[in-house]
């Protein structure tokens, strides 16, 4: 099984450089980060997982910069995005960082994609509505696989217009890097069965995650395509354990990212005290 690393990637925290170094030395195949443009001070909208809002929300670096970073400081370990909120990016420049990142990297990029959880947050950066999403984000992804593969592209939707236009570098990894769709709930899985080159869902999300990954299977069957050929990188925030990797792992998941705290001194002790677990189970 492959195991990531997904650290809060908060400026209070270590260098995400640092990071990268001490995961790919520990063992970890992945470095995972995740985005947050801004946070809204409204805080109208609740956490999907209630209480108060963590304050490395607030403060999370930008992904790109972070992760180009760690790819100069490291040879061999994936740099992921975990996710990518790519409604809150203007399409040419997007399909140009993502590339390049993936470019300096050697092609070591996998590009976590997702809509986000906050209304406002979206709404300070985008006109998409709320309820249409996820219809946005299909022709975001459908637009950068263009133009990261051709020489000249455009596209004409309903949120996504531009047009023919040279836009380079080309990723390293042609026809571009994987797509991974972050999601959840039953709109998001018809999305990844639709497009998506893998699923990384957190498991805290799901009562039973048995039955979550049956779903996802179902869904996959129904888009007309394999569900063994979309891999699934789950994100493990639930104390993990053997027990859990051995049953995430018999459940068809081909990767465990296991979620850390922030603050360097509660980093240092969790790499500590997971690093049998990532011994014993990492590829």
């Not at 609740?46 to 403060?59: A, I, S």
């Not at 263009?146 to 596209?155: C, Q």
């Not at 390293?172 to 998001?188: D, E, H, K, S």
């Amino acid at each position: 099984m492959k195991i990531g690393l997904a650290p809060t990637n908060s400026d209070y925290g270590p260098a995400t450089a640092d990071m990268a170094v001490e995961a790919e030395q520990r063992g970890y195949d992945s470095l995972w980060v995740g985005e947050h443009s801004n946070i809204p001070a409204s805080r109208e909208t609740v956490h999907p997982d209630g209480g108060e809002l963590p304050e490395f929300y607030w403060r999370m670096r930008d992904p790109f910069v972070s992760l180009a970073a760690a790819a100069a400081a490291t040879s061999k370990i994936k740099l992921a995005m975990g996710v990518c909120l790519v409604l809150e990016h203007e399409i040419l420049d997007l399909a140009k960082s993502v590339a390049t990142l993936d470019e300096v990297s050697d092609g070591r990029l996998l590009f976590g994609v997702g809509v986000g959880w906050n209304r406002e947050e979206l709404a300070n950066v985008s006109d998409v509505p709320w309820p249409l999403r996820y219809n946005a984000m299909r022709e975001t992804v459908a637009a950068l696989r263009l133009l990261w593969a051709e020489h000249e592209a455009a596209y004409s939707g309903e949120f996504v217009n531009f047009a023919p236009a040279w836009v380079y570098p080309k990723p390293a990894q042609q026809p571009g890097p994987p797509v991974l769709v972050g999601c959840r709930g039953r709109i998001g899985m018809r999305h990844v069965a639709e497009y998506a080159d893998g699923w990384c869902p957190l498991d805290v999300g799901f009562r039973d995650i048995r039955v979550g990954i049956e779903r996802f299977r179902t869904a996959v069957e129904e888009a007309g395509r394999d569900p063994d050929a979309i891999p699934i990188s789950m994100y493990c925030y639930a104390n993990p354990d053997a027990e859990k990797l051995e049953l995430y792992g018999s459940l068809g998941a081909e990767r465990v990212v296991l979620g850390a705290p922030d603050g360097a001194d509660r980093l240092a002790r969790f790499l500590d005290r997971y690093q049998p677990l990532v011994d014993a189970f990492a590829d």
